[in-house]
């Protein structure tokens, strides 16, 4: 009899240590998935913070060349004559802004931005795009993906409509 009361203690005890056992990896998983969450909330900051510094730096290089200047004024003024070379850097500069865009749709697509952020970042290539020049520039620059300049035209659309 007491063998059986040592065997029914015995599994008692196991049972409440399987239990336990199940509660603190329940409470584990649970810890995880929260440190999981975090960490992706703080790679989408990080990368709407790349977006928004390289966003900076491409309108700083408007800010401190005053050729550059010039040419960019070009988008409000289209009949305002520019240089040769000033027409080569706007080209190069609307290139610059078309190929940010086109990152900040990739990390739109990945999930590490949301579109309201997008829309904010391609800002700048909507505003380009209302030039002749800007235009010209979209439309016959054979690197951009095909399903962002869709999305970029149709965000355009929309802009114009408001």
Do not use: C
Request: proline letters at 2%; a negative charge.
């Amino acid at each position: 009899m007491k063998l059986e009361k040592w065997a029914l203690l015995a599994e008692i005890l196991s049972a409440i240590a399987v239990v336990s056992s199940l509660v603190f990896v329940g409470l584990q998983v649970r810890q995880g998935a929260e440190e999981t969450a975090l960490n992706t909330r703080a790679i989408q900051v990080n990368a709407y913070q790349n977006l928004t510094a390289q966003l900076s730096t491409v309108n700083s290089l408007v800010i401190e060349n005053s050729d550059l200047a010039e040419a960019f004024s070009r988008i409000y003024q289209p009949d305002a004559p520019v240089s040769e070379l000033a027409e080569i850097k706007l080209r190069s500069f609307m290139t610059l802004i078309h190929r940010h865009g086109e990152m900040a749709f990739v990390q739109y697509q990945n999930g590490l931005i949301g579109e309201s952020q997008l829309e904010s970042m391609l800002a700048p290539v909507v505003a380009v795009l209302a030039s002749e020049t800007g235009r010209q520039t979209w439309e016959t620059n054979p690197a951009l993906r095909s399903e962002f300049k869709k999305y970029v035209e149709n965000l355009a659309t929309r802009v114009e409509s408001r």
